[in-house]
């Protein structure tokens, strides 16, 4: 990510590889910047974001929507659950997985393809953060309990491919964070386990699920270390 700032003037680019996204709140100088770019080496303008690693773009007068329906059904099919039932909710919430002792997968790697895939699917899908932090910890030894479990979260993406997030055009730009912690809620660690969501406005723009570092000795101590990474988050 690279970016220029000259007084009110402001210009964005975001590389992967070979592709860009520009962005910034000047179009003469975007047009003179991507003259210099298509100058210095052989570019392609494809004109307004549509699409880019897998993540759809489409805007309206309200504002901007992110979703990757493409990259869910791909998920679905790859899994051959396209004519599977969808599920409502992507984990049972008394779940038991830290527990399993089942038959061990055959082919473990083909779990951690999935949880692999559904780790990127998050960057629009903030509701799957918990699950997919949940089947992360399994991908050395996944048993047969796990790969059931994930198969869950297709089901439930099969329900509604293309929920994604949307970017609001009237959002006031201040921040604003929720946060919360369950208490030793790890059967095996005995940590905590805490979630924050942080929005620019009424737009949603960080989340994440994670295990806290250390064991707390209270429900106010856990709730506490939460607040302490969410206000780092907001820095």
Not at 25 to 54: P, Q, R, W
Request: include cysteine; charged fraction near 20%; hydrophobic fraction near 40%.
């Amino acid at each position: 990510m690279f970016t220029l700032q000259e007084g009110s003037l402001q210009l964005n680019v975001l590389v992967y590889v070979d592709d860009l996204i520009i962005s910034g709140n000047d179009s003469i100088t975007i047009a003179k910047f991507k003259e210099y770019l298509n100058h210095c080496f052989h570019m392609k303008d494809l004109g307004v974001l549509k699409y880019f690693l897998g993540v759809e773009v489409a805007r309206n007068p309200e504002g901007i929507f992110l979703c990757q329906r493409k990259y869910a059904l791909d998920i679905i099919f790859e899994t051959s659950l396209l004519g599977a039932k969808p599920a409502g909710f992507p984990l049972e919430q008394n779940h038991r997985l830290a527990l399993a002792d089942g038959i061990l997968m055959d082919n473990p790697e083909q779990y951690r393809r999935l949880v692999g895939r559904l780790i990127y699917l998050t960057l629009t899908c903030p509701e799957l953060s918990y699950c997919v932090h949940v089947f992360v910890q399994f991908m050395q030894q996944p048993r047969e309990e796990h790969w059931e479990a994930a198969l869950r979260i297709v089901r439930y993406l099969k329900g509604n491919p293309g929920q994604g997030i949307f970017l609001r055009f009237d959002s006031d730009l201040q921040l604003y964070a929720y946060c919360d912690s369950d208490w030793a809620n790890c059967p095996l660690t005995h940590r905590s386990l805490m979630g924050y969501f942080v929005l620019l406005g009424n737009s949603p723009i960080s989340w994440k699920t994670k295990k806290q570092h250390t064991m707390s000795r209270s429900s106010a101590e856990a709730e506490y270390r939460s607040m302490v990474t969410t206000t780092c988050e907001l820095k």
